[in-house]
């Protein structure tokens, strides 16, 4: 994890490293190529970098249990309007994004936004955490999700075994490192036809849901904001719910330099995207009302299965198979979106040296693909996972916050920068206000995994100072870090 020198290097005839450490210019700076130089193509296009943001958006969440939102607002009316305007909080974050991606264009996400605006230690302590355990817990957590669903038209008489969901589940995820490591083109494709399987999924559940409200089935409407009122503590926990159920909406900005025409293409992919998902998400939610109420929803441990039972009858077996599909897409979007913040941290020269290599002829960042690979799987067989989860789930919107906040720093900071997007100012105070104000919220309503959180969070400043900072390491040292 020491600074590399600005050169191009080759690792074993087989890598090439990527764009030198620093704060050098990214791939649209003007500045001319290295000659033999190999970088990461853009092979993003609008209709694949809309692909990315749906699909990852849409997980398993609002097939299985958005229970948590209508549980914490006491309402159907009160659950909906959360859901709306959780949708129109994310897109004001997701607009914010817009505006860093086209005028920091570097890949990185929220990385990169932090290195920019307030310097290498909240960066690295970002990158940190996403690597030890958030990102590992959380690819875990969706692929046990692929894995039961993927056995589920298997084992409709019984309970499906948990060593079975394990082993299918390390299948999946392997199935997606190696193809995240083999082609951009190929993940990126798949993501379209996965994205694609997702939308028609919400619609098998939207459609009938419609017809269920022309035939008057509004009974489950009548008195909506009746019920136990929302307390103190759970309608900030409704949001939270509602937030994390739209949280992917910045993938795209992970992968910016390999976006095509990022000026252009990076804020129609966003907003085309959010607008998409917050009426699906809305539209799903009516639907499930339709036909089952608010008690029977908090009951179900899957509400798209329940739902499509008592509509569909035999067709409801292909339910999970449409769950498990759309966990395959949030895995692979996933995947493919956090590997090049790992990568650019390791150009920056705070991850190890070789995960910045890209691969001659592939072209994709393949160690910073597989470095998730041996983690993921000591999660998948040994972690608490949903525990590191609620961990660290504040961290998240601790720095998307922080990067959000960034962006108005910036327009102080460096008032000359082109910013080819650009949104009203009261955006990103409302959003980052929004972040910081739950995070705060969050340590009201569950000081324990908070706490716990925010201290695993701090590791990462001495982590800092010892693998960066700290130049006078012994010779074993350096070879172990890889220099």
Known sequence: ???????????????????????????????????????????????????I????????????????????????GMSLTVWTVCGILSLFGALCYAELGTCIKKSGGHYTYILEAFGPLPAFVRVWVELLVIRPAATAVISLAFGRYILEPF?????????????????????VMVLNSTSVSWSARIQIFLTFCKLVAILII?????????????????????????????????????????????????????????????PLAICISMIIVTVGYVLTNVAYFTTISAGELL??????VTFAERLMGNFSLAVPVFVALSCFGSMNGGIF??????????????????LSMIHVRKHTPLPAVIVLHPLTMIMLFNGDLYSLLNFLSFARWLFIG????????????????????????????????????????SLYSDPVNTGIGFAITLTGVPAYYLFVVWDKKPKWFRKLLGK
């Open 1 to 51: 994890m020491v600074r590399k020198a600005a050169v191009t290097t080759v690792s074993n005839g087989s890598y090439l490293q990527g764009q030198a450490n620093g704060r050098l210019p990214s791939m649209d700076s003007g500045q001319p190529a290295q000659e033999g130089k190999v970088v990461l193509k853009k092979k993003v296009t609008l209709l694949r970098g809309i692909s």
């Open 53 to 76: 943001i749906i699909g990852t958006i849409i997980g398993a969440g609002i097939f299985i249990s958005p229970k948590g939102i209508l549980k914490n607002t006491g309402s159907v």
């Open 155 to 175: 084992f409709m008489q019984c309970e499906i075994p948990e060593l079975a969901i394990k082993l299918i589940t390390a299948v999946g995820i392997t199935l």
């Open 206 to 266: 939207i459609v009938p849901g419609v017809i269920q409200l022309i035939k008057g089935e509004t009974q489950h409407f009548k008195n909506a904001f009746a019920g136990n009122d929302a307390s103190v503590r759970g309608l900030p926990l409704a949001f939270y719910s509602g937030m994390y159920a739209y949280s992917g909406w910045f993938y795209l900005n992970f992968v910016t330099e390999e976006v095509e025409n990022p000026e252009k293409n990076i």
């Open 299 to 304: 009951l179900s441990k899957a509400v798209a």
């Open 337 to 354: 979106a956090v590997s090049r913040m790992f990568f650019v941290a390791s150009r920056e020269g705070h991850l190890p040296e070789i």
């Open 402 to 441: 922080l990067a959000v906040a960034g962006l108005i720093y910036l327009r102080y900071k460096r008032p000359d920068m082109p910013r080819p997007f650009k949104v009203p100012l009261f955006i990103p105070a409302l959003f980052s206000f929004t972040c910081l104000f739950m995070v705060a919220l």
